[in-house]
């Protein structure tokens, strides 16, 4: 599965931007789509995750700024972010996985990364 994602760039703060991400095919069972960030000199951290029937989780720090949307007919998954934060500031990355038994999500495919900056 090859991931392409888009739409990163330069806003500043109390800005708004959309990042997407296309996915080339559908595995069974692997269909949780995500959204991880990478910010400079800190580790990935997954930021949210859709299911197939649209459940959503999202990290803390973004409730309520950020929505998590896919289309499952073209298999795309998009990333609204408003109300940015210099703290959004990181490569983001979308991902194809799946939720483990215990709760956790394992991604299985990552994308090519989208950097999006917040200036202050």
């Known amino acids: 599965v090859q991931l392409q994602a888009s739409g990163g760039g330069l806003v500043q703060a109390g800005g708004s931007l959309g990042l997407s991400c296309s996915a080339s095919e559908r595995i069974f069972g692997i269909d949780v789509m995500a959204w991880y960030r990478q910010a400079p000199g800190k580790e990935r951290n997954l930021v949210a995750t859709?299911?197939?029937?649209?459940?959503?989780n999202y990290i803390a720090s973004v409730k309520g700024r950020f929505t998590i949307s896919r289309d499952n007919d073209k298999n795309t998954v998009h990333l609204q972010m408003n109300s940015l934060k210099p703290e959004d500031t990181a490569v983001y990355y979308c991902t194809i996985g799946r939720w483990s038994p215990w709760g956790e999500f394992a991604p299985d495919y990552w994308g090519q990364g989208t950097l999006v900056t917040v200036s202050s």
């Open positions: 859709i299911t197939t029937n649209y459940e959503r």
